[in-house]
């Protein structure tokens, strides 16, 4: 009870448009969801079919068991807080909080209560008789918080709330909806680009392509273990590196050949990876699972050439090139640096290395400990 | 600089001409610039007998169409921006009025409403309504003259209405209908303080225009029946014309220049601070 339900979802705009594809989802009561994918991908549409604003063309919409798919969007019980906050120009902050209850017949005290309460959990009470010309950008952004917290709604439907934001204001309200989130303890959907947002505020996030779900689960799980090599060159900024590879057998054992240089596959993983010998994929190694040392047996030697140093203050991510010429990021510690042109011997952590397979793109799964 | 004195010759120099005649005792049949007379001309200007009756027919001539043709283009804006199909078509036929020059549209419609050979009254006498004198009747020819300029002028504010209202923001509206505003009250609440800016200009436009409506007049109805549809600027043309007082009519003209300047300038103030 109490979650939202998408069953086979498809939306196909136009005769063969098809934004969503038979997309299945369920946002539990009380979870904050982030639906993560790259423009285009459906994300909004899916939010925009779950508000009522968008018709499904197939599929079932279920909301604490019953089917909403033709509910009126203002009968779903459902607030929206929009990408460019949405807010009525001329009424003042007051006014845009108190619209939808003065429409829902609220009685005057009792909105008078709610906008009151509202106003002062988002710190915007000295705000209210502005107009939202007059506001900035982050407090019109509350406002358009406020107008749908001032409903309590069933759920929250999050459509990038925070992309208009400048990044450091960006930070702090993302640690603000997390707040927010626990002390209402409602469901919400939040819809992103932003893999930053996606990783810090979702209790689960679902990655979208091209229309269809390609993974749903919990941030780091995600992080730790993507579906598929899409889903690991989203992830994470610098993402993780993505390289044409070859599955040998060697008297040594199994060796991947990678970039000009060949890296043996830890025995953990060669059962797994026995059955693609002979086998082109993709390497799949995040750049902070390159190392200036070694820490076991599996961290393999790899000698690159470094091509730019970007010291970000509490990291440095260097952009060097494979033997055979191929560019990747690495991610060292904030003390490292280096003479572009320089060569370097780094190690890559091959415990944390993925295979993808290379016509689907599909991960080849391992047992991690 | 070409550009400058393009705009001297033809701004400039007809207004400071008028302006320069309008002190003299200047007539057709005495064209000279001998009897200087100040400000006579503009005293004589409020004595003239029928010049209230004028400014009292040209204010209901511009508040009717300007209403009129503002809630009926208003009401046709929206409807066509939730037009998907045919729009292009819809257009054309919209635009064909707007693209008739004033004189055909006045002998066009002269002919249309002509009492006994006109179609119109042909037309609603098949329904048994009796002939209507539509331009020969004090009481229905200045609405006629409404109308027409309504049929000519309305396409004008549905354009302008129409860019405004495609280019508003659909977010807002989507707000208000998960808050569960009807059309109304969307219309209410977000299409008119949205749209305030293209309102305003639609109207001080029109408003504008509407005043100094000249060609209509001149071909329908010559200001009659009696002085039912006199407008100011007929008026004016008149004193020029069939008084043969360019003198006076130049003072007339100036002073109507410095009532538009300043209602306009008025209404800008006042629909600006609406805000």
Redesign the interface.
Known sequence: MGEIVLKGVSKIFGSNIVAVDNVDLTVNHGEFMVLLGPSGCGKTTVLRMIAGLEEVTSGDIIMDGKRINDVDPADRDLAIVFQNYALYPHKSVAGNLSFGLKLRKTPKPEIEKRVAHTAKLLGISELLDRKPRELSGGQQQRVALGRAMVRQPFAYLFDEPLSNLDAKLRTSMRTELIKLHQELATTIIHVTHDQVEAMTMGERICIMQSGRIVQIGHPLEVYRNPANAFVAGFLASPSMNLIDAVLNETEAGLVIEAGGTRLPVPDSFADSYGAHRGKTCTLGIRPEDLHTEPADENHVPVDVDVVTVEALGPETVLIVSLPDGKEIAARLERAFSAQIGSRLRLYANMNLMHLFEKESGQVIPVPRR | MPGLSVLLAVVVFPLGYALLTSFYDYTLIKPTYDNFIGLGNYRGMLEEAYLGTSLWVTLKFVIASVVIEFSLGMAVAVAMNAVTRFKSFYYIILLAPLLINPVVVGLMWRMLLHSELGIVNYVIGLGGIAPINWLGNPKTAFWTVVLVDIWHQISFMVILLLAGLSSL?R??Y????????SPR?CFI??TL??MRPVIFIALLLRFIFAIKTFDIIYIMTKGGPGVATDLISYFIYRAAFFGLDIGRASAMSVALLILILALTSYLYRYMRSF?
Not at chain 2, 174 to 181: P, V, Y
């Open positions: 923001p977010e807002p989507e707000a208000a209908r998960m808050d569960g505003a009250l609440h977000i303080p949205l805000k």
